[in-house]
């Protein structure tokens, strides 16, 4: 009776064993020919991609993350598209941790038009013509806050930290943007941290916790309430200002007397893709002048290419407060370079959120 | 054994059938069930070093959880706003429950589809629609600044603890009334008669009738709608603020941003032992009533 109770138990698990052996190659497939590309929301329209849409109809797949270190979790669990979309503070780490190859700079055919400033980055240079990273976009992070309900506002980071405003304010949930600012406020180097100084911006942040009504990377949620005037100052990129002054919403995207702060971010090849080709067309066509207008006119960010910027109006760029430079605007900001803390600032962030 | 063996005197379809029975099972049961629960405790032992399975043996995130208040706290705060989430399901639907099993005659079967009618929706949706509810310039706030209650909208709803547990009271109301309905359904109307005869007020008949003959449908209810509130994540997240973050976001957070899987998995592994022990205790109780009956 034992032995024929095992026998069925063992034909069973062979029967499964078979049957998921079956089923398993087909789930690990990827698809093939159409590229996968793993972006910010916001960055999936297809007017960014007229020139490879036309040329690939249809051959692209778009996911979304809400901040790059969500990404970064999400390809360390397996997720494996061929493009990725991080900004330049986690090149380095995310090489560090073989996530990402080369592209070859011969085969972008307007890497010349990428301001020098962007092009030249130390931690995007992977040798031999190659880098780690395509630059493509770049903005700024500030406080945009209601005109009306704060008429005198002081131009400083520390209105994050005015306890008049508990409740009605909210701010970036990542790591590259609310601690920065917050070890700016403390008075101490975002990028370099020794273990006093760690100490200090948690200090900052927990000062900050019970003012906040969010923690948050979902910006039209900050936005609706920025309109309804739930919030009257939240921690937004350049975009949110636009969307808002679009619909006509009393705000104005603060220039803080600490410096605003200016991200660039850009394309990297996701090791072990499949399609290298699909994938150079993408970048080239995201490099036209075309697709960084319409990244200037939608989100109020600046291109990387300076075709971009010759191809829109003056008059457009003054609205957006744009320079045709980037360097004039980053000689006035802090740029986000590569944070040696990155992974102490990471679980310091998501401690205190929790009330640690 | 009872049954015969079929192998005997069937060839090889009913072998085939009985591979096709219980495929789903073992698949489900050993690849869902035991592999992921002994991934999870294996990772909850590991050190963290940023590799995908971790390095050494340790028993030092287990301490953390233990040592550090901040874990027992949002663990006890949880705890709490799952048994209010719980609490107020229940009693908001143990009347429902009793009109519907006592007199609902030939609408029965319409009300208690009416009652699932919400699940139709996704979860996600019901949540966002109490976001709008509840929100700054929502269906709350107009209707008391336009009633002249408010000078102006209140803060107060949205992004706070109560906002969870209202939220998760209305997501979770069916799972209360189902249970609470087959007991009382099962229920013979002659003891509500008998118990009449002997003089019972229809309050005592209810306090000593009806309320224990549904005491298992009750805790049932409770366990349903408990075990999957404790580890709730995405309501304190959508409606809760920094104020209510709840044990599910603090799992997630460690499997996300923080980058620390092993802690996470201790976390899941701690939190299902809490759980584990309050079902125990609640099963206790029904055993404790069961014999009293």
């Given amino acids: ?356 | 054994m009872i049954f015969t063996k079929p192998d005997k005197t069937s060839g090889a379809g009913s072998v085939l059938f009985r591979c096709g029975i219980f495929l789903p099972g073992t698949v489900l049961g050993l690849g869902l069930v035991v592999f992921s629960l002994s991934l999870v405790t294996f990772f909850a032992f590991r050190h963290n070093d940023g590799s995908l399975l971790g390095r050494g043996w340790t028993g030092s995130n287990f301490l953390t959880i233990l040592t550090d208040p901040l874990y027992v706290r949002i663990a006890l705060r949880s705890v709490i706003l799952a048994g209010l989430a719980t609490l107020a399901t229940v009693i908001a639907a143990y009347p429902v429950a009793y009109c519907i099993a006592v007199h609902g005659g030939r609408y029965r079967k319409l009300v208690l589809f009416l009652v699932t009618l919400p699940f139709w929706t996704s979860y996600l949706l019901r949540v966002f629609a109490w976001k709008i509810v509840l929100a700054y310039n929502g269906v709350l706030n107009s209707f008391l600044v336009g009633t002249g209650l408010l000078h102006e909208p209140s803060l107060a709803f949205l992004n706070t603890p109560a906002a969870v547990v209202v939220t998760l009271a209305h997501a979770y109301a069916p799972f209360a009334i189902l249970p609470i309905y087959t007991a009382l359904e099962s229920m013979p109307g002659s003891l509500l008669e008998a118990a009449a005869d002997l003089g019972a007020r229809p309050l005592t008949a209810f306090r000593r009738i009806v309320l224990p003959y549904s005491f298992p449908g009750v805790l049932t209810a409770i366990m349903v709608v408990f075990i999957p509130t404790v580890g709730d994540y995405v309501t304190p997240a959508l409606v809760g603020g920094p104020q209510s973050v709840m044990i599910g976001s603090l799992i997630e957070m460690q499997f996300g941003r923080a980058n620390d899987w092993p802690f996470g998995a201790a976390l899941s592994v701690a939190v299902m032992l809490v759980i584990a022990g309050l079902i125990a205790l609640l099963r206790k109780t029904e055993a404790g009533k069961e014999s009293r009956l």
């Fill in chain 1, 1 to 356: 009776m034992k032995t024929d109770r095992f026998s069925m138990v063992a034909k069973t698990l062979a029967c499964s064993a078979l049957a998921l052996s079956l089923a398993l190659p087909s789930l690990a497939q990827a698809e093939d020919g159409k590229l996968s590309y793993l972006t910010w929301s916001g960055y999936e329209l297809p007017e960014y991609d007229e020139a490879y849409l036309k040329a690939h109809p249809d051959a692209v797949t778009i996911s979304v993350f809400g901040d790059d270190d969500d990404a970064f979790t999400k390809l360390k669990a397996g997720f494996r598209p061929d493009l990725a979309h991080p900004c330049y503070d986690k090149i380095a780490r995310w090489q560090k941790a073989g996530m990402i190859e080369p592209i070859d700079t011969t085969k972008i055919k307007n890497w010349d038009n990428i301001f020098p400033i962007f092009r030249n980055l130390p931690d995007i240079q992977a040798g031999d013509g190659k880098v780690w990273m395509v630059p493509w976009d770049w903005g700024n992070t500030s406080i945009l806050y209601r005109t009306d309900l704060l008429p005198d506002a002081e131009q400083s980071w520390n209105l994050l930290w005015d306890k008049r405003y508990a409740g009605r304010m909210a701010t970036i949930d990542a790591v590259h943007d609310t601690p920065v600012v917050a070890a700016l406020v403390a008075g101490v180097n975002p990028f370099d941290l020794s273990p006093a100084d760690l100490d200090k911006v948690a200090d900052k942040l927990r000062e900050q916790r019970p003012l906040m009504a969010a923690y948050t990377t979902d910006m039209t949620s900050v936005e609706q309430s920025l309109a309804s005037g739930a919030f009257v100052a939240a921690m937004t990129w350049n975009a949110s200002a636009v969307t808002l002054k679009k619909q006509g919403v009393p705000v104005a995207f603060m220039h803080p007397k600490e410096g605003m702060l200016t991200w660039a971010c850009g394309f990297v090849f996701i090791k072990g893709m499949k399609n290298k080709d699909l994938a150079y067309d993408f970048i080239n066509s995201r490099l036209e002048a075309s697709s960084g207008k319409h990244l200037i006119e939608n989100n109020g960010y600046g291109s990387s290419t300076s075709t971009a910027f010759a191809a829109e109006t003056p008059e457009k760029l003054k609205e957006l407060e744009l320079p045709a430079n980037p360097e004039d605007m980053l000689k006035k900001t802090v740029f986000t370079g590569p944070m040696k803390q990155a992974e102490e600032l990471a679980k310091m962030l998501e401690k205190i959120k929790a009330g640690g």
